[in-house]
């Protein structure tokens, strides 16, 4: 039993995007006490989808000191300042939850409360006047601010930044095995021993990280850890991805476009647009979501259609003995918010904080479990959220979404706004209050009331700092230059990769 043994030998099975940001992670801030040891099989293709990220992907780079000029270039990526999502509330509707905080907070209150006194004043601006992020996507706008005040996350070609993880994880040690695994050998306490793969090479390791997809080979094929079915709540279960050519400049933003049993992605690089629709197989059938699919989208088709069958939820332990799994095969919850990525960051992150140099802890394994289970709880909640708040009664889906139990976490979040504007988050939430309340107010959610400290300022005072708010926004945007514009000057994507 491995216990009270040291961990030197980390083997990640899995050369996806979860593998290689492992291997680069755990090579550069750990590579001169562990080795570490890639296995990736040439035959089982990587899911290839998986483009759009959130901020804090920008800190993990910077642990890895990554240059985003050479990075964005490699990636073709392009700059997300959040996502539009359109056709959610009602048809025809659409809203933004962008990255940053609209308007200005005070100790006492968040922004919107001045902003719902403001529409008792007759002040009717929605609130993306109030946010540069907005502003900047709805202007297609796009160039780094002092002091990181204009916030933004990438799309990226997943492909490419697998390849460039991989450079960085080799030059900093870690050792790559093609194969594929075809047999896991348990000690007598059940903790991973060896893997063997088709070669009959046989690769021993301390400590295993599972990033081998949905079929979670290690976590749940031999340590049968168990899964958390989330489906009742979040009932897609299917995608269809495909890749276009663009037929116009990048926008800095993902579109999320609801339809009858689903959504519809387009995530534009400078290269091409990602696309896809994440559908319930209830309610559309594999051919019609293609069909539908191809019939909303520009540009030539690059690849053909993939369909992607998943089950959202999560592992009950995503450390599980000596096994670690990260990414598809710890579970998955669908991509509206684009939080699978920044999940497996937080998994890295938390694996190397809590590292077991001198042997598995039930302490550490705890721990951990503990923080990955509360992180994953508020982005299931979050994304239940967008579908479960809305008007849309037009397809069973919907009907089936509207009438839908919640979870009583985001039925008290809920019931805490409409009654009192107000948002609390706590620790290792991804999503802050201003994501709550962009999504809250934009699918519908309309507070009855708003902190007393906005009744505070004189309504004209109130009525000029609102506006004043806006003009400055409005300043700041006329200097801006177009996206495109940046990205050609800043990162323009190369061609030898
Ligand atoms: P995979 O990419 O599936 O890689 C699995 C690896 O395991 C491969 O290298 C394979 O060769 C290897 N492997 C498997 N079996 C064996 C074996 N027997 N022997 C050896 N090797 C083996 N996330 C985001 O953050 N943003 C998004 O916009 C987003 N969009 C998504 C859209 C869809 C439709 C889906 C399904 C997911 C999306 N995700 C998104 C999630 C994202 O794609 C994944 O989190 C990410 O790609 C990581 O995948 P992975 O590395 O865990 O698995």
């Known amino acids: 039993m491995i216990g009270d043994r040291a961990v030197r030998n980390v083997v990640i099975v899995g ?102 006194r403001g529409k008792e004043l007759g002040v009717h601006n929605p609130l993306s006047d109030y946010s540069l992020e907005s502003k900047a996507a709805q202007h297609n706008k796009f160039i780094h601010m002092p002091n990181a005040s ?50 009959g090479q046989i690769v021993e390791g301390d400590l295993f990280i599972d990033c081998s997809g949905f079929r979670g080979l290690l976590i749940e094929q031999a340590l049968h850890t168990g899964y958390e079915d989330w489906s009742h709540w979040l009932p897609c279960d299917t995608a269809v991805a495909v890749q276009t050519e663009s037929v116009r400049d990048p926008v800095p933003y993902t579109r999320a476009i609801a339809h009858p049993a689903g959504w519809q992605w387009q995530i534009p690089l400078q290269h091409r647009v990602g696309n896809g629709l994440v ?26 259609p993939k369909i992607i069958k998943y089950r959202t939820g999560q592992r009950l332990k995503h450390w599980n003995k000596n096994c670690v799994a990260l990414g598809l095969a710890s579970g998955f919850i669908e991509p509206l918010e684009s939080t699978s990525i920044h999940l ?49 009664t037009d397809s069973p889906f919907w009907q089936y979404c509207k009438n839908m139990e919640i979870p009583e976490s985001l039925e008290q979040r809920m019931r805490m706004f409409r009654e009192t504007g107000k948002v609390f988050v706590k620790s290792y939430e991804l999503f802050f209050e201003s994501s709550w309340i962009q999504v809250m107010l934009g699918q519908g959610l309309i507070p009855e009331n708003y902190h007393p400290v906005a009744n505070e300022m004189p309504a004209d005072d109130l009525v000029k700092f609102l506006a004043d708010i806006r003009a400055q926004v409005n300043q700041t945007l006329q200097k801006m230059p177009t996206h495109k514009d940046y990205l050609d000057f800043y990162c323009k994507a190369t061609d030898w990769n």
């Open 150 to 199: 204009l916030n933004y996350a990438y799309h990226l070609d997943a492909g490419f930044y697998a390849k460039f993880l991989r450079n960085i994880a080799e030059k900093a040690g870690a050792s790559r095995i093609e194969g594929t695994v075809v047999n896991v050998a348990l000690d007598e306490d059940d903790y991973i021993k060896s893997i063997e793969l088709a070669s």
């Open 344 to 392: 497996i960051f937080r998994g890295i992150l938390r694996l190397i904080q809590m590292f077991p140099s001198a042997g598995i802890r039930a302490c550490d394994v705890d721990e951990y479990n503990e923080q990955m289970k509360v992180e994953i709880l508020n982005v299931r909640d979050f994304i239940i959220l967008h579908y479960h708040l809305t008007n849309r």
């Open 15 to 116: 050369g996806g995007t979860a593998g290689w940001m492992a291997a680069a992670s755990l090579a550069k801030i750990l590579g001169k006490s562990i080795s570490v040891t890639l296995i990736e099989s040439d035959e089982i293709v990587t899911v290839g989808v998986g483009e759009a990220t959130v901020p804090p992907l920008i800190q993990l780079h910077c642990y890895l000191e990554i240059n985003e000029q050479e990075f964005l270039a490699f990636v073709k990526g392009s700059i997300k300042l959040g996502i539009s999502f359109e056709n959610w509330k009602n048809i025809n509707e659409n809203y933004g939850h962008m990255f940053g905080k609209p308007g200005k907070s005070t100790w006492a209150a968040d922004f919107q409360h001045f902003w719902l």
């Open 279 to 304: 559908y319930c197989s209830r309610y559309i059938s594999d051919d019609d979501a293609k069909k539908l699919l191809l019939e909303n989208i520009d540009g030539r088709l690059i690849t053909e």
